[in-house]
């Protein structure tokens, strides 16, 4: 699943991206697009759907806004807030948003680690109790401009910085057993410090040539992303005695440009051509920096990378049949290199990337869509990076620079019912797919970092149903029956499996209580899977809320309670063939939450008749970031 915003990928790695979408407020979502088979004008990067998340713009002459703050209590109290302002006149639309977050929680980790030789005999065991209180706290503001230079041109701006701060508190409880010796216990302490910064900006030109639909776009983009962990570590063992002291500063830097231009060009029998190219080029910087009573030492890694494509596609519309075949291309170049070019390492390649989706229409209240793609999961910039993150004393995380990008076919297959209900068949085989790997290293201490498996595929089923069933009752439910299977060889240990069949589904309800009061029910549940060589385990939560809107619906309140029986579950096994690990994580997903809201603003009036400016015919989503 790859996360868009307002139609551009976002670069920055999963945390982050995390970090900055939990200080976003909802109030600034105008709103969210699932592009289940993305065409060949979408980068061929990510194995799945595209949400695209498309940020509010004002359309009325005039001020309006609205300005949020919220609250919450777990074991730990949450707040947020912001205000989100749009200033329109004839020639120029202005965007300011102030977003903030607040978030202290717990999170807790049960890890045990089994040992097995190459006859699968058990050599050691050991044992992880880590028990951690987390704050974390994100500022966004972010300003927006457009400028209409013509009634078909549009110029776009903006500037986005990103502030998230980081702070943990963890001990862990670590026990050591290995084939003829004795037990070793030990206590590890470790206080983490986090700043972090992201400053993205934009420019994006948009052009309609004709009335008919010519159009084109040119896009510029410069993202900015600074990672900045201190951490404090403290390791006591008690026998024999000793206390050993360390700390580490690690940095992580990466910096984006990227180019795209795309032309729409409208044909005469009904059909439409779309084309376009794209470039970008990373500049990642990695460093480590460690310090303990005796020693220091520093570990850095340097990675870059640029990826040019090209893409054209055709799109027909007809009475029941209406079709858009693709065509992408993309070549990728990077190079990596660890500690002053002891350890270099090159990759280039060149794929295309080919589309189909059909939509046939069966009748008034039937209709079937098939589609056919090929796309590339490229490893994430902290996937390829060797140096070493802490979980704790015996259990590390590391990237792999030999992590080869994940090849993927797909093929869907749906019936629609009254665009109401859906019934859908998928299959995806990827090639070299993406897996975890855990290695023994010494004394008990375990790496785990990303690899390689020869294949894997993944099949499901799936019904949808979303309708407003009664003027007072809304709901969206799905049900989906998957299995995944894979092939991979693991610490030398081939690993093979069909998978297991596993029951997933989601219900969300509104019932409207009156004119300006709605409940809301949302129940989820995730059966046992596996997936590659991680077994999860079952787990289901209920989260309800009820909303209030007064002062003419300008003023709202909201009420949430959140997985209201504790019962949410992060358990998994996995099995890396000389090492077998049980996980258990918790942490505070229970909690109530309040958010009131306000919106303001109204049309100006123009009181010269020669400023009575015609409503600017609305136009395509502009981006910004």
């Known amino acids: 699943m790859q996360i868009y915003i307002d139609g551009k990928a976002t670069p920055l790695s999963a945390e982050a991206l995390a970090g900055m979408l939990k200080g976003t407020s909802s109030a600034t979502v105008q709103k969210v697009e699932l592009i289940a088979q993305p065409s060949a004008k979408y980068d061929a990067a990510g194995n799945g759907a595209i949400i695209n998340i498309i940020r509010k713009r004002n359309y009325k002459a005039g001020l309006n806004g609205n300005i949020y703050a919220g609250g919450g209590i777990g074991r730990f ?81 903006s500037i986005k910085p990103t502030f998230q701060t980081f702070h943990r508190d963890g001990v862990a409880n670590i026990n050591n ?36 639909g010519r159009e084109l776009t040119i896009d510029w983009d410069y993202y900015h992303y600074g990672n900045y962990n201190d951490q404090d570590n403290s390791t006591l063992t008690f026998s024999p005695v000793s206390n050993r002291k360390s700390i580490i500063a690690q940095d992580r830097i990466f910096d984006t440009y990227a180019f795209k231009m795309d032309y729409t060009h409208p044909l005469s029998n009904g059909g439409q051509l779309e084309m376009g190219i794209k470039t970008s080029y990373v500049n990642s910087q990695n460093a480590n920096f460690y310090q303990d009573p005796v020693s220091q030492q520093t570990d850095l ?21 209406s079709y858009q075949v693709g065509i ?9 290199e660890q500690q002053f070019a002891t350890n270099r390492f090159t990759s280039s390649y060149f794929q295309p990337f080919p589309s189909l989706h059909v939509d046939y229409k069966l009748s008034e209240e039937h209709n079937l869509s098939l589609g056919l793609n090929k796309r590339i999961e490229r490893p994430g910039y902290e996937s390829l990076n060797p140096l070493v993150r802490i979980i704790s004393s015996n259990n590390l995380q590391q990237g792999n620079p030999a992590l080869q990008p994940v090849i993927a076919y797909n093929a869907d297959l749906w019936y629609g019912y009254k665009n109401s209900f859906f019934f859908g068949l998928t299959y995806s085989y990827s090639k070299d797919d993406f897996t975890s790997l855990s290695i023994p290293l010494n004394d008990g201490i375990i790496t785990t970092l990303p690899g390689n498996a020869d294949y894997a595929g993944y099949f499901t089923l799936q019904a949808m149903y979303g309708k407003q069933v009664l003027p007072w009752w809304y709901t969206s439910t799905n049900a989906i029956l998957s299995q995944r299977s894979f092939k991979g060889v693991f610490n030398d240990v081939l690993l093979q499996s069909r998978g297991i069949i596993s029951l997933s589904a989601t219900s969300y309800n509104s019932f409207s209580l009156s004119k300006n009061c709605s409940v809301m029910v949302l129940f989820n549940y995730r059966g046992k899977s596996m997936d590659r060589s991680i077994t999860n385990q079952a787990f289901a939560y209920l989260t309800m809320g009820i909303r209030q809107q007064f002062l003419n619906k300008r003023a709202a309140a909201q009420l949430n309670f959140m997985d209201i029986f504790k019962s949410y579950r992060n358990y998994y096994q996995q099995n890396s063939g000389a090492v077998q690990q049980l996980w258990q994580n918790q942490f505070e997903t229970s909690m109530i939450k309040l958010n009131l809201s306000y919106n303001f603003g109204g049309a100006i009036k123009n009181v010269r008749k020669n400023n009575v400016a015609e409503e600017e015919k609305k136009r395509s989503t502009l981006t910004e970031n």
């Open 328 to 336: 992408r291309g993309e070549y990728t170049h990077g190079q990596g």
């Open 177 to 212: 057993r290995q084939t003829g010796n004795g037990l070793v216990a030990s206590q590890f302490m470790n206080l983490v410090d986090i700043h972090a910064s992201n400053f993205s900006s934009g420019l994006r030109l948009q052009h309609q040539i004709d009335t008919v």
């Open 301 to 321: 890694f340097a990675y870059k990378e640029s990826i040019t494509a090209l893409y054209l596609t055709y799109s027909r519309t007809k009475k029941k049949i």
């Open 77 to 157: 109290g949450k707040a947020n807030g912001g205000i989100n302002l749009n200033y329109k006149r004839k020639f120029y639309n202005l965007i300011l948003n102030v977003d903030y977050n607040y978030n202290k929680y717990f999170y807790n980790s049960y890890i045990a680690s089994t040992f097995l030789d190459a006859a699968g005999k058990t050599i050691g065991q050991s044992t992880a109790d880590i028990q951690s209180t987390r704050t974390n706290s994100n500022y966004t503001p972010n300003l927006g401009m457009d400028f209409y230079l013509s009634k078909r041109t549009t110029l776009s701006a």
